[in-house]
């Protein structure tokens, strides 16, 4: 793990009851993928990073961070990589469903060797394209924002969101957007002296943005972090985070029905009364409105987890996040957030393996995919489930990812379509030689992978 570890470090330091209706108690070139289909309901896997494979270091992201977003059969997918020597954001395209991707193109405009960090995507319904992500350009960690009309082609010139004005940390960006082109991006913010939400809002198709707004509403000086946005086509604002004010992770959210301007009370999601940490939610929000959300569950565990305010903090929570006895649970509210279902689990494996990192999609016709990082064969996989009702029940679970070595297929983000096809990108190995074989060896680095449903 030595030269991941390096990368990461550098990465880092530059920087409730029942609902209704929810669960209770219990142009693009390159090659076409192969028509071949193996079992599990999914396409053969193909590779979406178009750098010599293994030859760097990648990283898709899950939970808030949405890099996967649909615009009729167009598909778009963001991550960061070190293919230029530092860290860069990247888009793939597909034209034609998945079937083929262009080749990937570079969104930040900066010609420094800063870190871009953590991108998250989403189109509105003229096809518009918008990008935030982290950027270390400055010297510290801001939040910064791209948009491109013509499909990828071309970027807006960068800007940046958060508008205070010392070297505070910025950090773990979500961006939403609805058909209208309204666009909400939140982030964990430092200005402060702890780890507040804040957000922004620009309600002319991200041309202006709104002062920046703190989403929680607790005066203590406790830690939140890792938001996850969704915005409805009325306007109405959704974030859920991870919260610190009950001295453990919680899942919080709040909701605001003026664009943004003003949120109200902040309401616990998760159900549990344990000291156990909830961690990395992921929200979205149904054609009938209905709240749903998606996290990391570590009630029934010993786990502990620091607060993710530093490196050293951030990867001990990415390793036990790996590691410890996980589970994948979810929760949905039909009354704005007042009230959340019996938080059901997710995951149908037995055993005590960590899942980890979800990610949560809904189509027009109210059906969820939920997928995630899941260590049940002992390396990660990608499993995921779907729901066609809403949320009410779940279908069984299932392997993605196509290989049979022992690499590990890690951070998945999920699109689904009108007609219920799943669309998946992850962070493979199975190119490192040294992974493959179970043994972890980063001075040979991951690809983007990519999947669809059948």
Known sequence: MKLKRIILGLVLIGMVSGSEGLPSASGGEGETIPAALPALGFELNRRISDYEQAHYWTHTFSSGGHGTALFGDSLYAVWYDVRRGNADVYLAKSTDGGRSFGPNKRVNDDTTTAVQYKPSIGVDGQGTIYIAWRDGRKGNADIFFAKSADGGKTFSKNSQLNDDR?????????????????????????????????????????RTFSANRRVNDDPETTAHSHPSLAVDETGTVYAAWEDFRNDNSDIYLARSLD??????????????????????????????????????????????????????????????????????????????????????????????????????????????AVAWEDFRNGDGDIYMTKSPDGGRTFGPNRRVNDDSGKADQSHPSVALGPSGRVYLIWTDTRNNRFSSRGSAEDDEGDDVYFARSN
């Open 166 to 206: 010392g070297v505070a940390y910025q950090g773990n960006p979500t961006l939403a957007v609805n058909s209208k082109g309204l666009v909400a991006v939140a982030w964990s913010d430092a200005r402060n002296g702890k780890d507040d939400i804040y957000i922004t809002v620009s309600k002319d198709q991200g």
């Open 259 to 368: 664009g943004g301007a003003t949120f109200g009370p902040n309401r616990k999601v998760n159900d549990d009364s344990g000291s156990a940490p909830q961690i990395s939610p992921s929200l979205v929000i149904g054609p009938s409105g209905q709240i749903l959300v998606a996290w990391g569950d570590f009630r029934g565990s010993a786990v502990m987890l620091p607060p993710p305010h530093s490196a050293t903090g951030e990867e001990q929570r990415w390793e036990v996040s790996r590691t410890g006895n996980a589970d994948i649970y979810f929760a949905g509210s039909s009354d704005g957030g007042k009230t959340f279902s019996n938080n059901v689990r997710l995951n149908d494996d037995p055993g005590t393996a960590a899942q980890a990192f979800p990610s949560l999609a809904v189509n027009t016709q109210g059906a969820i």
